[in-house]
């Protein structure tokens, strides 16, 4: 009974964590290029009562052994990188990547983070940043009298000013894949960071080597689905409510043990 209490106490901390995942996911349901976490669980060590194979009185192998398991573990929160459905904004500056690819953004202690939200403004200086002022690498700068940007699906970005009769190539927006981006590292505010697990970057210009295509006027908005959360969520809360039931029986039985008379 003693061994029931801890093993159902990690089923709790277990289904806690599941619900301060489901937390963050439903908090970003309205956030650009969100990528939605999963927990993974791990069940614990076995206590072998009885080994498989061993033998009876008689001489026989037992077909089965007995083992009692010890509860369960947090094994990963692993990133689920499905894209997100795309919304049309207007807004020429807003870019979603199509398939697989993330931008490059210059972090401020000068390694390159990696995003997939889009949401693109100019700085005083006419360059393309992130919301935070982090500057997209690599850098593209508009000039001041441009009447209009225009993005192809291969990154190229280019201006028409006033006077010219075609529009002017000023720099193309890479993009970057890994061969495992479940392996990147969240940092906040939209970023990845590499990782030995994810790999090295392979970076080119969209639509070349599986990189995606880039998608003017559109965003990428988070691919967490608001039912299938809520379905977990009850799941997760049900689940909690069983291994506190668990709790209290086994306090319950410990409670008529201790009260046996003789």
Do not use: W
């Not at 927990?39 to 009562?49: G, H, I, M, T």
């Amino acid at each position: 009974m003693i061994r029931s209490l801890f093993t159902a106490s990690t089923g709790m901390h277990a289904q806690d964590l599941n619900v301060s995942v489901i937390a963050n996911n439903l908090s970003n349901v309205n956030t650009a290029g969100f990528k939605r976490s999963r927990p993974d669980f791990q069940d614990l060590v076995y206590q072998n009562l009885r080994l498989v194979g061993t033998l009876n009185v008689t001489g026989n192998q037992v077909p089965t052994g007995a083992q009692l398991g010890l509860g369960v573990k947090p094994a990963a929160i692993q990133k689920i990188f499905i894209q997100g459905d795309f919304a049309q904004t207007q807004n020429p500056l807003d870019i979603a990547i199509e398939g697989k690819g993330f931008f490059q953004i210059t972090l401020p202690n000068g390694t390159i983070g990696y995003t997939r939200a889009g949401t693109f403004k100019l700085d005083q200086a006419g360059q393309l940043v992130t919301s935070d002022g982090l500057l997209l690498q690599p850098a593209i700068t508009i000039p001041q009298n441009a009447l209009n940007v225009g993005i192809d699906p291969t990154g190229q970005v280019a201006v028409t000013q006033p006077g010219a009769t075609t529009p002017s190539v000023v720099g193309t927006i890479q993009t970057a894949t890994f061969q495992n981006p479940a392996g990147l590292q969240a940092i906040g505010s939209n970023l990845f960071i590499q990782t030995s697990a994810s790999g090295a970057p392979n970076v080119g210009n969209p639509g070349i080597a599986d990189r995606g295509t880039v998608r003017q006027g559109f965003l990428e908005l988070s691919n967490v689905s608001v039912v299938e959360e809520m379905v977990n969520l009850i799941t997760a809360q049900r689940a909690y409510e069983v291994n506190s039931r668990t709790v209290q029986t086994a306090d319950e039985m410990l409670q008529v043990a201790s009260n046996l008379k003789r």
